[in-house]
């Protein structure tokens, strides 16, 4: 063999290679067909992984063309998924709860962010309520079948009450406040960014009680009950939340401003809220069981006109996580 | 660019060294990596077991209890309280994690702190002015918790076990791709190596074969190295010194040819009339006679004799003579076929050897040479010379044993023309035709 005939069977092989290499490469970053997908977005900084999966554009490579259709509110959300005006949802899992004992037709896709300390509970610094037992007989605002009634009746719990040991008032989250200076009611229950608010706008005349551990609320995508196109869809949108979630975890700062600028909200709510969230994705037994129990618990204290809990399996698809995180899957197939 | 061999060798070495020590590099940092993976697989299944046993204790421990403690007195390993902290620690002990990893061991960390708060909370009291509903609730709550815990540290082991094997495929895949690039390094250089040395002894060992047949040229290298150019540029010195004071052999053995056939020629030819002399004649004609024997074939002989030689020699003189002698032979070339051969007898004879011709044959050619000489006289002055021939003619046949038998005979001829009153054509043993 000469030098010659050497290097042309060099040559030849690093021809194929890259040949081979090109196309991979090709068939990497063929043009999949673009589903159109509307969310129904919440506007709360929970909502962070799909601002800045839309900001840092991290669902050009998936299947999807996102469009947001921002709504105030779980409840909202979910209406505008089961109405069918929306693909997908965000919703929050005490929210879930309740829809499952509707026997809703809803699936949950990926659980993307946690919270143990979103819903408050707020209380007139005058009457100096130091435990759930000061409660007794007092006018407490909530929203009806979210998480801010879930929270009354655990905070009740504690010391052995329930929502017929205090008079409970239902509010719009966004009127809760209002309720308060109103003086209809002695304390309330909201969620950001009403608690943040409610600082804002009542410092030194509310106590905002430490309940750091008692509610753990985790935002989740949700949407009609899947066929294979609408798991296909889910999985692209997981696939774009998961390079955002990348993105919050490795630039907070950046991060935080998308949101800010999206939500126009200032940087003192940002700061008050950021350090309460985990961001990751995953789909977990204790997601069922978290739903579980609040379905279980509103049966029990009939917060609910429902007497039986389903199954909640029935509420998870996990067919769209298994195929981009199956390591953060852990619930029986 | 001149590079030595020895430097070729060097870079060549070097090569080696650079990629089998980024091999070694490559692995003794993937063996960094893929311990450190272990360490936090290690580290998640710790959490693990350490939720495991919580969950075990919240199961089976009734934690309402009014004499339930958190410390437990006999057995201070297993109560919540001893679990509790060990699990604390062992998240303030986390190993170095990835970025992925460390969010999730943010959410476990603020996990451990909200089922420590919680379980707190619910064991201030007893939860002793709730229900068996209330107290089942929380205590769900509170596995849902640990749940939680255990999920997260599931994924923090998947994703070390992952990391393991994306780190082992990776190496593999390097170990694979440095080693091919070695392999074909090696091939190519030592190749390369081999073909340079090869084909430049070769070129010097072609240089040193011309010189042997004094073929002095310069070496041109195809490919060039300091050690070879210093070689050849000490041969091609030593070439051209050679060159100006050598004859090459070819050039020697092309004179000599030259000269021996100069020579040859010389020696087998009459100076005088420049035909063929007695010796060539005896050569050429025993040839001929040979073939005859051999192939039954006819061979005629004529010998030609000038009549009254030595009168023309005594009346005009001897250089006239010899004109005569040189223009008979002319004559004879003209009138002879190529295949004929005439040579100088000897004095004024000659012999026309005839291959393949019979004796018509034969006295047909001397009547042509006879006629020949007739009509073209030489002159000197204005006076015409006539010179005639006598000529001898003999076929060679059975009685011929020689070739001198043969020339004998014809001599016998040519006398009986000479005797028969010259410039005749006489066959031996046959009446004269004339």
């Known amino acids: ?333 | 660019m001149n590079i030595s061999l020895l430097q070729r060798i060097a870079f060549f070495t070097l090569g080696c060294f650079v990629l089998f020590s980024l091999l070694i590099g490559s692995v003794i940092w993937s063996s960094q990596e893929i311990k450190a993976a272990f360490t936090r697989e290690n580290y998640a299944q710790q959490l693990t077991n350490q939720t495991n046993m919580l969950r075990q204790l919240i199961n089976n421990n009734n934690i309402y209890d009014k004499n339930y403690s958190i410390y437990n007195k006999r057995n201070k390993v297993d109560d919540w309280q001893a679990l509790q902290v060990k699990l604390s620690s062992l998240l303030e002990s986390a190993p170095a994690l990835t970025t992925h990893q460390q969010s999730i061991q943010s959410s476990l960390v603020s996990q451990n702190n909200n089922l420590r708060n919680f379980f707190t909370l619910i064991n201030k009291n007893k939860l002793k002015n709730a229900n068996v509903a209330i107290k089942t609730h929380l205590k769900a709550r509170l596995m849902t918790q640990l749940e939680s815990i255990r999920a997260d540290s599931f994924q923090l082991s998947a994703i070390a076990e992952k990391d393991i094997y994306d780190t082992i495929k990776q190496q593999a895949f390097f170990i694979i791709l440095v080693s091919s690039a070695s392999i074909i390094a090696l091939i190519l250089g030592a190749f390369s190596l081999t073909y340079i040395v090869r084909k430049s002894l070769n070129e010097v060992k072609s240089a040193f074969e011309k010189n042997e047949s004094g073929d002095f040229q310069h070496i041109e290298l195809s490919h060039h190295s300091q050690e070879f150019d210093n070689i050849v540029d000490a041969f091609n010195t030593m070439n051209d010194k050679l060159s100006e004071s050598t004859i090459s052999l070819t050039e020697m053995k092309k004179i000599v040819e030259e000269r021996t056939q100069v020579l040859e020629k010389l020696s087998k030819t009459d100076a005088l009339t420049k035909v063929a002399n007695r010796r060539a004649l005896f050569e050429r004609a025993n040839i001929e006679f040979s073939r005859t024997l051999r192939g039954n074939q006819q061979l005629t002989l004529l010998l030609l004799d000038c009549d009254l030689f030595k009168n023309i020699n005594d009346d005009y003189g001897h250089v006239f003579g010899d004109e005569l002698l040189v223009h008979i032979c002319n004559i004879c070339q003209q009138e002879i076929r190529d295949i004929d051969f005439l040579a100088r007898y000897g004095g004024e004879e000659f012999i026309i050897v005839l291959p393949n011709c019979d004796l018509n044959g034969g006295i047909e050619t001397a009547h042509r040479i006879q006629r020949s000489l007739a009509k073209n006289c030489l002159t000197i002055g204005d006076k015409e010379v006539k010179a005639t021939l006598s000529i001898g003619v003999s076929m060679f046949n059975q009685r011929h044993k020689s070739l001198e038998q043969l020339i004998h005979d014809t001599d016998q001829a040519m006398y009986q023309a000479k005797r028969n009153g010259r410039n005749r054509v006489e066959v031996h043993s046959y009446t004269s035709l004339h």
């Open chain 1, 1 to 333: 063999m000469t030098l010659k005939t050497l290097s042309f069977s060099l040559v030849t092989a690093l021809t194929v290679i890259i040949i081979i290499l090109l196309c991979l490469y090709l068939s990497k970053h063929w043009q999949q067909p673009k589903y159109p997908v509307v969310i129904a977005v919440s506007k709360t900084p929970l909502s962070t992984p799909f601002y800045v999966a839309k900001a840092i554009n991290a669902f050009d490579d998936t299947c999807v063309n996102v469009e947001f259709d921002e709504v105030v509110g779980g409840q909202r959300a979910f209406a505008k998924v089961l109405n069918g005006e929306v693909d997908f949802g965000t919703s929050s899992d005490s929210l879930i709860a309740f829809k499952s004992l509707e026997g809703q037709p809803f699936v949950t896709h990926a659980m993307f962010v946690q919270s143990d300390n979103d819903v408050k509970f707020i209380s007139r610094a005058s009457a100096n309520f130091e435990s759930a037992l000061d409660l007794k007989g007092q006018r407490i605002g909530v929203t009806k079948g979210t998480a801010s009634e879930y929270f009354l009746s655990t905070l009740l719990a504690l010391e052995g009450l329930t929502t017929e040991d205090v008079r409970v008032y239902y509010y719009e989250p966004e009127q809760l406040v209002n309720g308060f200076i109103a003086q209809d009611i002695d304390a309330f229950i909201p969620w950001e960014p009403f608690g943040f608010y409610s600082d804002q706008l009542l410092s030194g005349i509310i106590k905002i009680h430490d309940t750091k551990s008692l509610n753990t609320l985790s935002f989740n995508l949700i949407s009609p009950t899947a066929n294979n196109l609408v798991v296909e869809k889910a999985k692209c949108v997981i696939q774009g939340l998961d390079l955002a979630i990348d993105y919050i975890t490795s630039h907070p700062l950046e991060s935080k401003a998308i949101v800010m600028n999206e939500l126009n909200i200032s940087t003192e709510f940002i700061e008050w809220v950021w350090p309460d969230y985990i961001f990751k994705l995953g789909l977990n037994q204790s997601l069922i069981h978290s739903v579980e129990s609040q379905a279980n618990w509103a049966v029990a204290t009939q917060m609910s006109q429902y007497d039986n809990v389903p199954h909640i399996e029935r509420f998870i698809d996990s067919r769209a996580m298994l195929q981009i995180i199956p390591n953060a899957v852990n619930i029986p197939q």
